[in-house]
């Protein structure tokens, strides 16, 4: 049985019965089909992490290089950036999607191999964006020297 919330029958500021609603405990998440979702690659030097998200941005399914038991130089390394892949297409295999837009943001040696691998576990890929950031200005330059 769920949790009982106590609901004001009358307008506020009237004092009067109250009555007692059922409400719903949360339950287990309820896995749900989806058809086309996003999937976002982060390759840094260190790491390599796949987020598959649906098209709202709701988090489907993460991996990480180091969540899979990588450590140290060896996460961010193509081979690495396949095996996180295919954790997640094993993750997201029944409730999908399947028909996905590639968000690519960093400069790791994972971002080809991630890619690549994504189309060798049967996703359809619709576009492939970088979004790496880019600064406009660069940093800001030294002081001159005072001699």
Not at 86 to 97: F, H, Q
Not at 102 to 126: K, M, T, Y
Not at 130 to 135: E, H, N, Q, R, S
Request: no cysteine; aromatic share 6%.
């Amino acid at each position: 049985m769920g949790k009982k919330k106590v609901v004001n029958k009358k307008p506020e500021g009237e004092r009067g019965d109250l009555a007692i609603a059922a409400v719903k405990s949360p339950s287990k998440k309820e896995s749900r089909k989806v058809d086309t979702g996003r999937v976002y690659i982060t390759a840094s030097f260190n790491n390599t992490i796949v987020t598959i998200t649906d098209e709202k941005g709701n988090v489907i399914a993460w991996a990480t290089a180091g969540s899979l038991g990588f450590s140290g130089p060896k996460k961010a390394t193509p081979f690495a950036a396949s095996k996180v892949t295919s954790a997640i297409s094993e993750k997201i295999a029944k409730t999908g999607p399947f028909n996905v837009d590639v968000l690519v943001s960093g400069v790791g040696a994972g971002r080809d191999s991630a890619i690549r691998s994504l189309l060798n576990f049967g996703f359809n890929i619709l576009s492939i964006r970088d979004v790496t950031p880019i600064p406009h200005n660069g940093p800001k330059a030294k002081k001159v020297r005072r001699v």
